[in-house]
C-alpha cells in the first residue's frame, strides 16, 4: 500500500485527486490479505529535514505542513486500521512490524524500493509478486512498479485502488509486464 496517508485524501494538507475514491478499495484488498494472512507492506513518505524530492523541497523549506513526521496527517488513513507510526524507527530505515504479517517502511522518494529495506524484506518472506495499490499513480505507484520489475518481481495492479490511474499508464506498464485486475478478482485469486 503505498501512501495511503492522512493528508493526501480530501479535506487535508495535501489531497491528491482521487485518492479518497479509492480508499474502500484499498480496504477491502487490506482486509482479504489480512484474512488470508498475506504479507502486507505499508510504504510511506514523511517530509522532515531536506532529505526531501527536489521538487517539494522549497514547498516544505517555507513551512508546508504535510506528512510531517509525528503528525496525524502522516499516519496511515484511519480505515486501514494500522497502528500510529513510529517515525524514529521509520526515519532511520527501520521496518515498523504492526501485526505478524503487516509491517511499514518509510521511503524517501517515489519509489518504495529506492534506499528501503523492501527489496530484502520481499527476498526474506519469499515473494516474488507485488500487488501495487496506494496513491497517485503518476509518482510513487508507477516508480515503485518500474522499481519492481527491475528487481524482476512480477506485478499486478490493483487498478481500481490505485489513485490517478488511467487506461494508458495501465497499458504502458504493461509494456513491462505488469498486469493489472481490479480488487475483487484480486480476492477471488486469494480463494
Known amino acids: 500500500m503505498i501512501d495511503t496517508q492522512r493528508d493526501f485524501v480530501d479535506g487535508r494538507a495535501s489531497p491528491i485527486d482521487g485518492t479518497t475514491a479509492v480508499v474502500p478499495a484499498i480496504v477491502r484488498l487490506v482486509t482479504a490479505y489480512r484474512a488470508a494472512s498475506r504479507p502486507i507492506v505499508h510504504v510511506v513518505r514523511l517530509y522532515a529535514g531536506e532529505d526531501v524530492d527536489l521538487v517539494r523541497r522549497t514547498a ?13 496527517g502522516s499516519q496511515v488513513v484511519p480505515e486501514l486500521t494500522v497502528p500510529d507510526l513510529d517515525p524514529a524507527l ?8 504492526v501485526s505478524p504479517t503487516e509491517s511499514v517502511l ?7 524500493f529506492h534506499r528501503t529495506r523492501l527489496e530484502e524484506h520481499l527476498a526474506g518472506l519469499g515473494i516474488d509478486t507485488v500487488v501495487v ?9 508507477r516508480a515503485t512498479i518500474f522499481g519492481a520489475s527491475e528487481r524482476d518481481l512480477r506485478v499486478l495492479i490493483a487498478a481500481d485502488a490505485v489513485s490517478g490511474v488511467d487506461d494508458r499508464h ?12 481490479d480488487v475483487d478478482e484480486i480476492v477471488a485469486m486469494l480463494g
Not at 516544505?60 to 496525524?72: E, I, K, Q
Not at 521509520?90 to 512490524?97: D, N, P, T
Open 106 to 112: 518509510f521511503k524517501p522518494r517515489w519509489s518504495a
Open 90 to 97: 521509520l526515519l532511520a530505515g527501520g521496518l515498523q512490524v
Open 133 to 141: 495499490a496506494g496513491c497517485n499513480y503518476p509518482n510513487c505507484p
Open 170 to 181: 495501465l497499458e504502458e506498464s504493461g509494456r513491462i509486464g505488469a498486469v493489472h485486475a
Open 60 to 72: 516544505l523549506a517555507v513551512g508546508a505542513g504535510f506528512a510531517r513526521p509525528g503528525t496525524a
